[in-house]
């Protein structure tokens, strides 16, 4: 049910609701705030606002081997400086957080066991009630290797009371599941990420894809590629927006079904590595402009008087 109308000195109204409107509000004198929304009727959210800001520390890696090549089931080791801190993590490459499903909760008795074999990264951020989150630590580079796999093979032998048809069939589809690709990606400059992920091992399973199709919130990226190329680096990405990325596999069979990788949730860093904003290009209106966007890059330490724009090395406009 919508929630009453909050009334009061304190109160404000960000407006009609709109869609994909935003509101923007700041809070000036610290305290706890429910804050309501008739565009979200029925729910609210605690904003505790305080007079200083006391954040997590960052987690940092106490392995023996902090990056390079590793055996399979390598046991990384995490810790953090902030006493009765959790820490939460990722080795798919995604950004981790408290709600994401492919972070997990760091156990400090188990560790983090490397499973997949190939390149992996390790990203991890702690946190603590009334403490703001960390920043995300990302470990090297560990490159590991296959090993065994110490399963058991009884699986693949199809019961010998199928007729030769049937038998073929079901080793075929059993092939084509196993060409789902596990993705990973790493940011490799500004608004760009390379995303990677290991082609199927056996021989019947490759030659049963027709390509893939790499897909950012759900729009198609690029046409279909084939299958010897196991990389794609995106470019283009807007700074402090959030993106999903996922491969989807096209089988040469028509029976089989499409299949989606796992997806990477990641969120693009609004500065460069200079420490400037990352700029953005959008479609103007009229033929002969062009409109650039970037998110501010002021901080409570560091106040940005004014921002200068170049084209083509010329100064554009005052500051």
């Known amino acids: 049910a919508p929630l009453n109308p909050i ?26 705030y429910t804050v309501a929304s008739q565009g979200a009727p029925g729910y609210s959210c605690v904003v505790h606002i305080r007079d200083e800001i006391v954040q997590t520390a960052e987690p940092y890696n106490i392995s023996e081997k902090k990056g390079g090549t590793v055996e399979r089931y390598y046991r990384v080791d995490l810790a953090c400086k902030t006493e009765g801190a959790e820490i939460y993590y990722t080795t798919d490459g995604s950004m981790p957080g408290l709600h994401h499903y492919a972070t997990k909760h760091y156990k400090k008795d188990r560790g983090i066991l490397l499973k997949e074999p190939g390149l992996c990264f390790v990203r991890a951020m702690a946190s603590k009630p009334e403490q703001v989150c960390s920043h995300v630590f990302t470990s090297r580079c560990y490159w590991v290797l296959s090993g065994d796999k110490n399963k058991d093979d009884s699986m693949d032998e199809a019961p010998s009371s199928l007729p030769v048809e049937s038998k073929q069939q079901g080793l075929s589809s059993w092939d084509w599941w196993n060409c789902r690709p596990h993705i990973k990606g790493c940011f490799t400059g500004p608004g760009s990420v390379n995303i990677f992920w290991d082609l199927p091992q056996s021989e019947s399973a490759r030659e049963q894809i ?31 927006r959030n993106y999903r990325i996922v491969v989807v596999v096209h089988p040469k069979d028509p029976q089989n079904v499409e299949i989606e990788s796992n997806s990477l949730n990641l969120q693009c860093p609004i500065e460069t590595e200079g420490g400037g904003p990352l700029i953005s290009l959008v479609k103007s209106d009229k033929p002969d402009s062009l409109s650039i966007v970037w998110m501010s890059v002021d901080t409570m330490d560091t106040s940005v008087e004014s921002y200068v724009i170049y084209l083509n090395d010329q100064q554009c406009g005052p500051k």
Request: with cysteine; hydrophobic share 30%.
């Open 7 to 32: 009334t009061g000195p304190k109160a404000f109204n960000s407006g009609k609701p709109l869609d994909n409107n935003c509101f923007l509000y700041t809070f000036d004198e610290a305290g706890d």
């Open 210 to 240: 027709k390509g893939y199709q790499l897909l950012l919130n759900g729009v198609s990226y690029c046409s279909m590629f084939p299958l010897n190329n196991n990389s794609l680096n995106i470019q283009g990405l807007a700074g402090g």
